[in-house]
């Protein structure tokens, strides 16, 4: 049997989410922040999973890596926190939004940036200004090529839509894990599922996630049911009084001088 690479399957996996009309949400490790490829026949970049105009300054490409990495810029100066508001609001301007979803090939349609001539455009190779790209539609196909697909995604780094898409995903992530638990259902345990057959797995699977899905709901009403009973008022400890009573201040008597005769 012939083992094929890695890069293989993620390309097959990739392709049958485009082909299923699906998008992605990725986050990236520090090492992969920044360019990932070009959009062939078009003047178009991949950067941080997004597609925008190739004559986008550097430091809005590298701005992610920069601030992730806490690397100074060109001129010497770290991606502050004003900074980063600032120039993430004029990458937007370059980025293409997608229009619509997939085909059932993986071609999907990108809007360009509106009011191009406006931008400031710069040279890929050696980053002096330079004009704006040709632009002969509004819109653009992307074709589904291998390091194109493997990073797109719908929303734009770091963005409020993006936050969410990933928090969704997170919940889906942990709902999954915690089927795995070994003290839950513990679906991860092959011991506890023996039977063979693809039948058998499959509604082992299904009982198993039926068996989540009533844990959670207990806990959830144990939880609503637990937080309308009122609570009873923190004991506090009483102040202690004096052992001899308030005008004794002190058992230790001072030496006086003795009469005048």
Not at 210 to 232: F, Y
Request: proline letters at 7%.
């Amino acid at each position: 049997m012939q083992l094929l690479p890695l890069r293989h399957h993620l390309h097959r996996f990739q392709m049958l989410v485009r082909t299923l009309r699906y998008w992605t949400a990725y986050k990236y490790p520090k090492n992969r922040l920044g360019f990932h490829g070009k959009v062939t026949g078009h003047p178009v970049i991949m950067v941080d999973g997004n597609l925008y105009l190739e004559t986008m300054p550097s430091h809005l490409q590298q701005l992610h890596y920069l601030r992730t990495n806490r690397l100074p810029m060109d001129s010497g100066e770290l991606v502050t926190d004003e900074l980063y508001t600032q120039y993430f609001a004029e990458r937007s301007r370059y980025r293409l939004t997608p229009h619509g979803r997939p085909d059932d090939e993986g071609y999907a349609r990108f809007t360009m940036p509106e009011h191009i001539d406006r931008l400031d455009h710069r040279d890929p190779a050696t980053g002096l200004p330079c004009k704006a790209p040709k632009v002969t539609a509004k819109r653009i196909t992307v074709a589904p090529e291998p390091h194109i697909i493997r990073h797109l995604q719908k929303a734009e780094y770091m963005s409020d839509e993006w936050k969410q898409l990933t928090g969704q995903r997170n919940h889906v992530e942990n709902s999954n894990r915690s089927i795995k638990r070994s003290n839950g259902v513990d679906l991860h345990n092959s011991s506890k599922r023996l039977g063979r057959g693809r039948t058998f797995q499959t509604l082992a699977v299904a009982f198993a996630i039926a068996a989540e899905n009533t844990r959670r709901i207990i806990t959830g009403i144990e939880k609503v049911c637990t937080a309308s009973i009122p609570k009873p008022a923190p004991k506090t400890r009483a102040k202690r009084r004096g052992q001899f009573g308030v005008t004794c201040t002190s058992g230790i008597r001072q030496a006086q001088a003795p009469p005048k005769r």
